[in-house]
Structures are given as structure tokens and as C-alpha cells.
């Protein structure tokens, strides 16, 4: 089993930052792409920004220039630095990771989600 511990969301005003974190646990052998996602209430799940293991990046529009993805790989763990932020980032984000177990086990292993709230 793989485990997702995310952290680092609450509630801010508009402008400010904040730094989300989610660290992988368990039998990993290694991750390819690790990912965030977000979904605001009557709306679907959107992915807001991913990134693999050779560090190539890929943003959803409504955050480039705003948030940045980054890993580390020997802790197993993914952040998102999301600057300039707005009321309408406000939804829940979740950490999606996908790896292997071993050489012939994948895994594609969703967090529990945490809260961001941006206030006008």
C-alpha cells in the first residue's frame, strides 16, 4: 500500500500564499508523475499542476505564472507553492501520485484532500 499525507492548506485573503505539501509513504519503488488536483464545490475534479520524475512540468492555465510544482525525490514528496492567490482558486486540493511498486506493481494513489479558502 502507498500512503499520501497532504498539509499546508487553510484559509487565507487574496494575494497571499500558501505552500501545499503531500508526502508519499509505503512500498514505492518510484514515482513517474506526481500531480495536483483541485475541486470546487459543484464542480468537477481539474488537474492544476503536474510533474514527473525527470522534472518535466505541466500547469493548468488559470495558475501559470501563479503556482509552482516542485519535488523531492528522496523524501518522496511534492509540493505547490501557490502565490497571488484568488478567491476563486478556493476548493479542495488533492495530491495524486502514480508509480510502481516493484517492477511489475503500479500504483495510482490519491490523497485525502485539504482545504483551501481564499477570502476576497
Known amino acids: 500500500q502507498v500512503q499520501l499525507v497532504e498539509s499546508g492548506g487553510g484559509l487565507v485573503q487574496a494575494g497571499e500564499s500558501l505552500r501545499l505539501s503531500c508526502a508519499a509513504s509505503?512500498?514505492?519503488?518510484?514515482?513517474?508523475?506526481m500531480g495536483w488536483y483541485r475541486q470546487a464545490p459543484g464542480k468537477q475534479r481539474e488537474l492544476v499542476a503536474d510533474?514527473?520524475?525527470?522534472?518535466?512540468?505541466n500547469y493548468a492555465d488559470s495558475v501559470k505564472g501563479r503556482f509552482t510544482i516542485s519535488r523531492d525525490g528522496a523524501r518522496n514528496t511534492v509540493y505547490l507553492q501557490m502565490n497571488g492567490l484568488k478567491p476563486e482558486d478556493t476548493a479542495v486540493y488533492y495530491c495524486?501520485?502514480?508509480?510502481?511498486?516493484?517492477?511489475?506493481?503500479?500504483?495510482?494513489?490519491w490523497g485525502q484532500g485539504t482545504q483551501v479558502t481564499v477570502s476576497s
Open positions: 495524486n501520485v502514480k508509480g510502481r511498486r516493484t517492477l511489475y506493481s503500479f500504483f495510482d494513489t
Open positions: 509505503g512500498r514505492i519503488l518510484s514515482m513517474s508523475v
Open positions: 510533474i514527473t520524475s525527470a522534472d518535466n512540468t
